[in-house]
């Protein structure tokens, strides 16, 4: 393995630049892994009110046949009257004329169940044609509205991913210059630290717990070794110092 060429100070400042895009591969990972629900549930919202919509449509085109069906039926039961009332006229005995009237009563008794029947159907359909024109509208809205925020996140998901791959590039960049026991040890302490490795001194305490810092342990951080809290195991380093450190002139003594 080759050596760095470059000193502790200058490694912490890249580990300090490493960890920053770190965070921002967590937080954009965090905004990608939040897409797939919102797809789902955005594509459930299209289906429930689809489905919706065919299911009333369904019921209305039932209802729609069974009053045609009772409408034939009325028809029939009409017809049937009205020939019972001309058969009524030619009757010659008590019992014909008894027999007929008994064909009478059972007609209009139809007649009357039949429509006390179709009134209640057309209301139903009545409502339930108005619900239907009302879900036709609702459903083509929530498809056109959720069609293109889906289509907006899977864009957003795909520059996401352009932009994750950029970040991991110039991270290992980064990466290849930093002391490999040096960097083994940064991921080690972030994957037990909720992704913060490397923090600053805080009125002479650890930035990362507020632990207090011997005058001796804050004299080796600003003379550059590498310190790590007794107490929460976090990296802690001269933060005004090592940002005063040009970034590009460390890169470029990098390359010397």
């Given at each position: 393995m080759q050596k760095s060429k470059l000193n502790t100070k200058q490694m912490l400042r890249l580990l300090l630049e490493i960890q920053e895009y770190d965070s921002k591969l967590l937080e954009l990972q965090?905004?990608?892994?939040?897409?797939?629900?919102?797809?789902?549930s955005l594509e459930d919202q299209i289906v429930e009110i689809e489905k919706e919509f065919e299911e009333k449509s369904t019921k209305l085109r039932e209802l729609k046949k069974e009053i045609s069906m009772l409408e034939i039926e009325l028809q029939e039961e009409r017809d049937g009257l009205a020939k019972s009332q001309e058969k009524l006229m030619k009757v010659t005995t008590n019992k014909e004329y008894d027999a007929v009237q008994a064909e009478i009563a059972t007609h209009e008794e139809r007649i009357a169940k039949i429509e006390e029947r179709l009134i209640i159907l057309m209301d139903e359909e009545d409502s339930l044609s108005r619900e239907v024109a009302d879900l036709e509208v609702r459903a083509k809205e929530v498809k056109e509205r959720n069609s293109k925020r889906i289509e907006e996140i899977k864009k957003s998901a795909g520059q996401i991913d352009s932009i994750i791959a950029q970040i991991k590039a110039d991270r290992d960049r980064l990466a290849k210059l930093v002391d490999q026991r040096i960097l083994r040890r940064y991921e080690q302490i972030r994957?037990?630290?909720?992704?913060?490795?490397?923090?600053?001194?805080?009125?002479?305490?650890?930035?990362?717990?507020?632990?207090?810092?011997?005058?001796?342990?804050?004299?080796?951080?600003?003379?550059?070794?590498?310190?790590?809290?007794?107490?929460?195991?976090?990296?802690?380093?001269?933060?005004?110092?090592?940002?005063?450190?040009?970034?590009?002139?460390i890169l470029s003594e990098a390359k010397k």
């Amino acid at each position: 393995m080759q050596k760095s060429k470059l000193n502790t100070k200058q490694m912490l400042r890249l580990l300090l630049e490493i960890q920053e895009y770190d965070s921002k591969l967590l937080e954009l990972q965090m905004r990608k892994d939040f897409f797939p629900g919102l797809l789902k549930s955005l594509e459930d919202q299209i289906v429930e009110i689809e489905k919706e919509f065919e299911e009333k449509s369904t019921k209305l085109r039932e209802l729609k046949k069974e009053i045609s069906m009772l409408e034939i039926e009325l028809q029939e039961e009409r017809d049937g009257l009205a020939k019972s009332q001309e058969k009524l006229m030619k009757v010659t005995t008590n019992k014909e004329y008894d027999a007929v009237q008994a064909e009478i009563a059972t007609h209009e008794e139809r007649i009357a169940k039949i429509e006390e029947r179709l009134i209640i159907l057309m209301d139903e359909e009545d409502s339930l044609s108005r619900e239907v024109a009302d879900l036709e509208v609702r459903a083509k809205e929530v498809k056109e509205r959720n069609s293109k925020r889906i289509e907006e996140i899977k864009k957003s998901a795909g520059q996401i991913d352009s932009i994750i791959a950029q970040i991991k590039a110039d991270r290992d960049r980064l990466a290849k210059l930093v002391d490999q026991r040096i960097l083994r040890r940064y991921e080690q302490i972030r994957r037990g630290t909720q992704g913060v490795a490397v923090v600053g001194i805080v009125n002479r305490a650890c930035g990362g717990c507020m632990q207090a810092l011997p005058p001796q342990i804050i004299q080796d951080i600003r003379a550059g070794k590498i310190v790590v809290c007794q107490n929460c195991g976090r990296i802690i380093v001269d933060l005004n110092e090592l940002m005063s450190l040009s970034l590009e002139e460390i890169l470029s003594e990098a390359k010397k």
